[in-house]
């Protein structure tokens, strides 16, 4: 079955660590999307990409670094220099076709420690 | 600017039908989408409204009025499982960012 797998489910961050989610994808979707989510708040884009080797910042990309050099993956790095990394980070795909909705991984639950 | 509005928490009862709005504010708009997310899982995408009108799908409805910058999601015969937040999401002209609302967190009761 096609879908998004995010990974690992929970992750903890020391101070001053990097540390990277991965994301991805076998349902041939060009566009790729990092959001984040805390409580009480909708999902806020954090970086996204509609084609290999090219992506685009976000609302929130301060502290966060993405690569896409293959269609179906796209990692997320949080560094050290985003300070509250604590939430909950959704990865999403979808077609590129603005009629398309977005299909979502499970999710990555960061913690600091 | 960009934004969109819907009610934090509603409650309605097994059986009935429940009406969730939404509002929104955007200079470019092409289209509009309705996300059901159970408590930490992902959310799965539920409707997609880009002319004015309602848009009907078994159980669920979605309507959209582009002049009002307004949306509604309307479930009927509710269900237990039906007890989730409900994300309403515009995207813009321009690109493919999709701007969410915080979502409703509707609770169903026996």
């Known amino acids: ?113 | 600017g960009q934004n969109i509005d819907q009610p934090t928490e509603m409650t309605a009862t097994e059986g009935a039908i429940v009406q969730i709005n939404c509002t929104y504010q955007t200079s470019g708009f092409n289209g509009l989408f309705w996300y059901q997310q159970h408590a930490g899982e992902a959310p799965t995408f539920l409707s997609y409204n880009v002319l004015d009108g309602l848009e009907e799908k078994g159980r669920f409805s979605s309507f959209l009025s582009r002049s009002k910058g307004y949306s509604y999601l309307l479930l009927k015969e509710l269900q237990m499982k039906d007890s989730a937040s409900y994300l309403c999401a515009f995207r813009n002209t321009g690109g493919f960012k999709t701007i969410f609302g915080a979502g409703t967190r509707l609770f169903v009761k026996a």
């Open chain 1, 1 to 113: 079955d096609g879908g998004i797998t995010q990974s690992p489910k929970y992750l903890f961050r020391k101070e001053g660590q990097n540390v990277t989610l991965s994301c991805e994808q076998n349902l041939n979707h060009d566009a790729m999307y990092w959001y984040r989510q805390d409580p009480g708040q909708g999902l806020r884009l954090i970086y996204y990409s509609q084609i290999v080797n090219d992506f685009q910042k976000g609302d929130i990309a301060e502290g966060y670094s993405v690569s896409r050099e293959k269609k179906e993956s796209f990692p997320l790095t949080v560094t050290s220099a985003q300070k509250n990394p604590t939430a909950f980070y959704l990865c999403a795909s979808s077609m590129v076709s603005l009629d398309q909705p977005q299909h979502f991984g499970d999710g990555t639950r960061l913690s600091i420690l």
